[in-house]
């Protein structure tokens, strides 16, 4: 009878207290928004941020940079670069969010390819962005990598009107 007093009154309680503990920490700290909170893309209180020093292309802040799979390059005629992500998101999640994302910043969607992941192509005038979509180990409860392949055809640029038109 008293082993049976102790498990309960001692083993017990201290796995309830765990238990809340844990479910403690999958709390947010502050749950009330402000306007402010939605003030910008690059807003890092909003859920989305802008990727490197191009402005028209956004992530989930929950992916991180990866700065040793990634590179760029910068010349007086030529921007872009190879940029690696990775973050718990799921995969199809990410795909829309880019989707979306890139077209509200008025990237076309010119091609899509599925076979492990996803290979997603978009354009612009004098510049393109192929993303790169994959779970790594563990699947949809691993982290899911996104690899951005940018160019800009600096100038190029300087030869197109706002609407990406050769000027005469």
């Not at 700065?67 to 795909?95: N, W």
């Amino acid at each position: 009878m008293i082993k049976a007093f102790t498990i309960r009154g001692t083993v017990l309680p201290l796995i309830g207290v765990m238990i809340m503990l844990l479910l403690s920490g999958c709390m947010g700290k502050n749950s009330s928004m402000s306007t402010d909170d939605y003030a910008a893309p690059t807003d890092y209180g909003t859920v989305s941020a802008t990727v490197a020093d191009f402005k028209d292309i956004e992530l989930p802040i929950d992916m991180k940079w990866d700065s040793e799979k990634s590179m760029a390059i910068k010349t007086d005629s030529f921007r872009g670069g190879i940029l690696s992500y990775t973050g718990r998101v799921e995969l199809y999640s990410l795909k829309n969010f880019i989707i979306s994302s890139m077209e509200s910043n008025k990237w076309k969607l010119v091609g899509e390819v599925q076979s492990k992941g996803f290979l997603l192509a978009f354009s612009k005038p004098n510049q393109t962005c192929m993303i790169e979509l994959t779970e790594g180990f563990g699947g949809k409860y691993g982290n899911t990598t996104a690899t951005l392949y940018v160019t800009v055809d600096v100038a190029a640029a300087g030869r197109l009107n706002p609407f990406g038109e050769p000027i005469n």
